[in-house]
């Protein structure tokens, strides 16, 4: 009798029509918790508080971020917005990198305050050589007046100074439209223009020309020094630059604030 149903198993397996074969493995759905600001709609992972979702009240159907598609761009390696890599050395020793994207880890929830998200991401501040991070990261996203605000804390609880050479913010927007038609796909997707300098800022303008549009500006000392592309050879299809602050040191117990603040342009951006 085993043998009988084991055949007729292989049978199935073997001329079942293509239609009936069995379906690829997708990636579960993630899980995402909801925020607001009188601007903005925003939905954060809640694993990663990383953004999931950036949408205008003046257009709740446009997403800035590739929303869309965040259950397939969930595993490691992926960046969103809210992820920080940085270049750092630690005395006189060798430049080391670390990234909270190459390989996550669970971030530690902090009380929220007059935040409206708070985690310490530095157990996911992964280096190639498995070294720590020498500093202690904290991520917050804020509503500052209306305004949202994510702002990073980075914090040297060590015993000699750390030079940032550069600290990295994924700037992870949906530029390549989603939908059947070359219309519906120019109506989701987004331009990018950075505009660097101490007082340097991001503009977002909709692909479509339609408003709202986005701008990013500084939070506190986060100079748009440089914009840095992906390096080569990296995920297939991610193309996201990141907004690169520079040339820094903390001291011993020392900490700075870096950050970026989202302002919809109801007219729309300049692109």
């Keep these: 009798m085993k043998h009988l149903m084991a055949l007729a198993a292989l049978s199935a397996l073997l001329f079942s029509p293509p239609g009936l074969a069995a379906a690829p493995h997708e990636p579960a759905p993630i899980k995402t918790r909801a925020y607001s600001t009188p601007a903005l709609l925003f939905a954060l992972r809640t694993d990663t508080q990383t953004l999931a979702r950036l949408t205008p009240v003046l257009d709740p159907s446009f997403d800035f971020v590739p929303g869309p598609r965040e259950d397939a761009r969930q595993g490691n390696g992926y960046r969103h917005l809210g992820d920080l890599a940085l270049t750092v050395r630690t005395g006189n020793g060798a430049q080391r990198s670390y990234t909270s994207f190459a390989a996550r880890r669970p971030i530690r929830e902090l009380p929220a305050g007059r935040a409206l998200a708070a985690a310490d991401i530095s157990a996911s501040m992964g280096a190639d050589l498995g070294a720590s991070?020498?500093?202690a990261v904290e991520r917050r996203w804020l509503n500052e007046r209306g305004t949202l605000v994510l702002r990073f804390t980075l914090i040297n609880r060590g015993r000699q100074p750390v030079q940032v050479v550069s600290a990295s913010m994924p700037m992870v927007f949906e530029q390549q439209g989603f939908g059947a038609?070359?219309?519906e796909r120019r109506a989701?997707?987004?331009t990018v223009k950075p505009r660097p300098g101490t007082l340097g800022s991001v503009e977002v303008a909709r692909?479509?020309?339609e408003a709202p549009g986005l701008r990013l500006q500084p939070d506190g000392?986060?100079?748009l020094d440089s914009w840095q592309a992906m390096p080569s050879g990296?995920?297939?299809g991610e193309q996201y630059a990141s907004w690169v602050t520079s040339g820094f040191t903390l001291k011993p117990g020392a900490k700075r604030d870096i950050g970026v603040r989202f302002v919809i342009q109801?007219?729309?951006a300049t692109r």
């Design 133 to 135: 991070v020498p500093l």
């Design 234 to 236: 990296q995920l297939q």
């Design 266 to 268: 109801p007219q729309g």
């Design 188 to 190: 989701s997707s987004s």
């Design 207 to 209: 692909a479509n020309g």
């Design 181 to 183: 038609s070359a219309e």
């Design 221 to 223: 000392r986060t100079p």
